[in-house]
């Protein structure tokens, strides 16, 4: 199946990777960032400049013509000095007239890249499903939250079908945020005092997301509704570095130290938060993507080793 699909927020980390992705598998891509000239470029590729998303934007001309839309496009949870009335503006308020006009437009599908986010906070101490009730924990989560409530309040009982993706922390050539601070540590060139550290957390690749956003977009199974996306079995910060190391052609170089210590440092310098985010248990049942016949491409362990040496 293919078509022409409008990428929103086509210059962001995961625009990078889903862009030139979908147009290898014979997409027609409409992709629109605020900054065009960091669009990726190619065949099949059309690079079209987004409206403002700080309110009800117009999307009208560019969903003219296209069958799917995929909306990567908002603010992303390291802005952690913005206030909650911006978040809502940019990650719902946008997201609610991206989908009236893709309603009007005749759109088959509209798939949105939400976030774990919206459902729980950074650590969880069960397992997480899309049935749990929702409970996040920032503005950022809010606002992905709200954006869901309006994609599918907006395009009920119309002809175009919605459909929302929740992926866990994406990791992949570029990255930002706590994975980067991850690189640079896997970079070292000494051992690291996390060899005790046995935490289980969902990751997914960028090329993961990008093989479950064009499932997501053209599969018959995928009815609607919301699905949780990450790679294989959960997996430790240990496991991580190990495999960047791997990556680098290097061992793991981890010395199994007790976490005490480690803990209590990052609480003196405030950066608890962090410890949270890769450290802390996240773990996130995908069962529900997978019944409708998705399967992650690539493992963890090649998708990280690949990614530090690019």
């Known amino acids: 199946m293919s078509g022409t699909v409008l990428v929103t927020g086509a210059s962001g980390f995961v625009g990078r990777g889903v862009v030139p992705y979908l147009a290898a598998r014979g997409w027609q891509v409409r992709a629109t960032a605020r900054r065009i000239d960091r669009i990726p470029t190619g065949a099949g590729i059309t690079s079209v400049a987004s409206p403002e998303l700080t309110g009800a934007a117009d999307w009208r001309s560019h969903v003219d013509g296209v069958t799917h839309v995929v909306h990567l496009a908002g603010l992303a949870h390291m802005m952690v000095d913005v206030a909650e009335g911006t978040f809502t503006a940019i990650n719902a308020t946008a997201t609610a007239s991206l989908a009236a006009a893709a309603r009007a437009a005749g759109v088959t599908r509209m798939v949105l890249v939400s976030s774990i986010r919206a459902g729980i906070g950074p650590v969880a101490p069960h397992t997480v499903r899309e049935t749990d009730p929702p409970a ?17 309040a907006t395009l009920d009982g119309s002809a175009t079908e919605a459909v929302v993706l929740r992926p866990v922390l994406v990791y992949g050539p570029g990255v930002r945020g706590n994975m980067a601070a991850m690189n640079k540590l896997a970079r070292l060139p000494l051992p690291l005092p996390l060899g005790a550290q046995r935490n289980k957390r969902s990751v997914v690749s960028l090329g993961n997301l990008s093989s479950a956003i064009l499932h997501a977009m053209t599969s018959s199974a995928v009815v609607g509704g919301t699905y949780l996306v990450a790679d294989g079995a959960p997996v430790s910060v240990a496991d991580m570095i190990g495999w960047l190391r791997q990556g680098l052609g290097r061992g793991p170089g981890l010395l199994p130290v007790p976490l005490g210590p480690l803990k209590a440092a990052l609480h003196v310098t ?20 997978r019944a409708t016949g998705w399967t992650p491409p690539e493992t963890t362990a090649d998708a990280l080793a690949a990614a530090i040496r690019a």
């Open 270 to 289: 405030g950066r608890s938060g962090m410890w949270n985010r890769i450290a802390g248990d996240l773990v996130a049942d995908t069962s529900a993507l």
């Open 136 to 152: 996040p924990d920032d503005a950022y989560g809010r606002s992905k939250l709200a954006a869901e409530a309006a994609l599918l």
